[in-house]
RNA sequence: CGGGGCGUAGCGCAGUCCGGUAGCGCAUCUGGUUUGGGACCAGAGGGCCGAAGGUUCGAAUCCUUUCGCCCCGACCA
């Protein structure tokens, strides 16, 4: 390809709505162009590369035999009135309708597509296990998109799904992809940490989500390098101290505490550290008020929480509702003298001696409260996040956090949806039986821009040969006729030997072009100047590390061909 | 949805407080000189100042409304 006949706009300075790395290369250097807030158009560089990752993807999940597939993007709401996520997922579903009022969602995600087609199209348990997949659109009416593709509106995924006769069935595709993952990352030159994941709404067993380390991850893993133990904060778990403090028991007394509020004043006020008083937080789960007692250095963990209360909505709950359960405004609720509410305690509460809590009425606290004496334990549950330093659960060292963008996530997903859709094939006995399902996305759009965030430097991309658009950047730097004609001679030889080359052509001053090269970020760029004109001698260059080589016009393409193989390696 | 910031040429920005009909850098086009790390000279094109309404003799600038974008939070297979 010719530069000078090529959609390529570069851009010299950062544009002003970037701010992460990856969102400001690929619109610098080509890849995207906004559409609007959360959608992209890719230009024909920034989709050479994405491509190049659904190809590999594509690769890896044929070498399991997983089969390609492609599903509407117009999906009929009466499928996901079926599956009851119409009015669970509704707000994260662009819901349309067409001229006949009929309901449509553009898919957010393809469970019930795929689940509807494998129903009408296997019987027998003699047909499973099948993974089918498929590289498509999804779209997602997010809160607030951000980072570029990172979080959009309207982004690629593959999402693939396994069907199995029995929960032995599921482990092994389940092993498959995660197996698969593990190659299709590694392909991509991405370093991905694998993490126990929280099943979200997605229901389901065992889940683990393949993470990027990185600054702008949205995700907080909590890691442990003795044991290997890696979790997303929203799920993971730490050891705690079984023992009880050894003070003596006090006998429970009302403090004043004027318009003293949150943890922050209560340990300036009793001169205490923050772990000395009992957090009471009062939620709404679908619609009953919930108290959540826990450590006041702690924080209550929704995820945890939710899951515990095996509910669907889980919101803090306003001033007034406050007001009625506990008879006290805000920052006053506590366990001890309220009757009224459900109360949840975290594992550690039993543990407390003498602590501070609010007496539920304004502005007097508790001080001296016991578990057992001054409250029940009616409900006990681990609702806390765990953080950096806590120790690990498996082996109990201490454990660290890191930041992680989620690329890719697996599933086992049980029977939520082959039940709910009532899918059934025959078993081996001719019983009527439903396939458990597994559910496998890889965020295809993402994994580009997290390639790019783990390759590149001050002056632009560096890209792993495998996701690079183009191999070679061949860089003309000729006057006359002859000179270009030259070139042109380099280009023809090297796009004859099969490599992939994108040929700066353009009447521009060298600065300019290697400053581009440098921008764009091609493995590999050969320099063709006075040098070859009088020497015959190309200058190679490695982006990745800067090396430099000579070659002659005869030896070029091994040369050039023996670099690429040694550069990731 | 809450809090903060911002919409002026393709991109990055100044001008807004203090009203007088729009400017800088880069990019683009023409001609010429240059050519191994973002060259130089001369010339040119390009903007209803996000939109609507209002105040005023006169609005990018003041007032009201509205739309959009970015950041933090809530949210998030």
């Not at 492609?70 to 669970?88: H, Q, V």
């Not at 689940?115 to 999804?138: A, D, F, H, W």
């Not at 082959?418 to 009527?432: S, Y």
């Not at 070139?487 to 072009?513: A, F, H, Q, T």
Request: charged share 30%; glycine share 6%; proline share 4%.
């Amino acid at each position: 390809m010719k530069l000078s006949k090529y959609i390529l706009p570069t851009l010299k300075e950062d544009p002003s709505d970037a701010f992460v790395t990856s969102h400001k290369l690929m619109i610098r250097a080509g890849l995207v162009r906004k559409e609007t807030a959360g959608t992209y158009a890719y230009l024909p560089f920034g989709l050479k590369a994405l491509r190049k990752i659904s190809d590999i993807v594509r690769d890896e999940m044929d070498k399991t035999g997983a089969m390609e597939c492609l599903m509407p993007e117009l999906t009929s709401a009466d499928l996901w009135k079926e599956s009851g996520r119409w009015d669970k997922m509704g707000p994260i579903m662009f819901q349309i309708k067409d001229r006949n009022a009929l309901e449509y969602a553009l898919g957010p995600t393809h469970e019930e597509a795929f689940t509807n087609m494998i129903r009408s199209t296997i019987t027998s348990y003699k047909e499973l296990p099948v993974n089918v997949y498929q590289i498509n659109t999804k779209f997602r009416d997010e809160i607030r998109p951000r980072f570029g593709v990172i979080r959009s509106k309207e982004f690629i995924m593959k999402d693939a799904y396994s069907f199995d006769i029995d929960q032995a069935g599921l482990d092994v595709s389940y092993d498959k992809m995660a197996e698969a993952y593990t190659n299709i990352f590694k392909r991509c030159g991405l370093t991905t940490i694998p993490v126990k994941a929280d099943t979200g709404d997605m229901g389901g067993s065992a889940s683990e989500e393949f993470m990027v380390a990185s600054e702008v991850g949205e995700e907080t893993l909590l890691l442990c390098d003795k044991c290997g133990y890696r979790a997303n904060q929203e799920r993971a778990s730490h050891k705690r101290n079984s023992s009880k403090k050894t003070e003596t028991p006090c006998a429970m007394e009302e403090v004043s505490t004027p318009d003293i509020k949150t943890i922050e004043q209560l340990s300036e006020f009793f001169s205490c550290d923050a772990s000395s008083f009992l957090k009471s937080i009062i939620y709404i789960a679908d619609g009953e008020p919930v108290m959540a007692i826990v450590a006041g250095d702690r924080e209550v963990n929704d995820v945890k929480l939710k899951n515990h209360l095996k509910c669907v909505n889980l919101d803090l709950a306003d001033d007034r509702t406050i007001f009625e359960v506990t008879g006290a405004p805000v920052g006053f609720a506590g366990p001890a003298g309220n009757d009224k509410i459900r109360k949840i305690f975290d594992l550690d509460i039993k543990n407390t001696v003498n602590a501070i809590t609010g007496a539920n009425k304004k502005d007097i606290h508790f001080k001296n409260v016991n578990p057992g004496k001054d409250f029940i334990i009616s409900e006990e549950a681990d609702i806390i996040s765990s953080n950096e330093g806590d120790k690990c659960p498996d082996c109990s060292s201490e454990m660290y956090v890191k930041k992680g963008l989620e690329v890719g996530h697996i599933f086992k997903l049980g029977y939520k949806y082959t039940e709910a859709m009532n899918v059934t094939v025959l078993d081996q006995n001719g019983k009527t039986v439903h396939p458990i399902m597994g559910c496998y996305g890889i965020g295809v759009t993402r994994t580009l821009a997290a390639v790019i965030e783990q390759h590149n430097d001050e002056n632009g991309l560096k890209w792993p040969i495998s996701v690079a658009p183009y191999q070679v950047h061949l860089v003309g730097l000729g006057k006359g006729e002859d000179e270009l004609t030259k070139i042109e001679e380099i280009y023809n030889l090297l796009i004859k030997s099969g490599l992939d080359v994108l040929y700066d052509d353009r009447k521009l001053s060298p600065g300019i072009k290697f400053a581009n090269a440098d921008l764009i970020g091609l493995p590999v760029r050969v320099t063709i100047g006075k040098n070859y004109f009088n020497d015959n001698k190309i200058e190679i260059t490695v982006r990745k590390n800067s090396e430099k080589s000579e070659t002659s016009k005869e030896n070029l393409i091994n040369s050039v061909k023996s670099i690429l193989e040694s550069i990731d390696k």
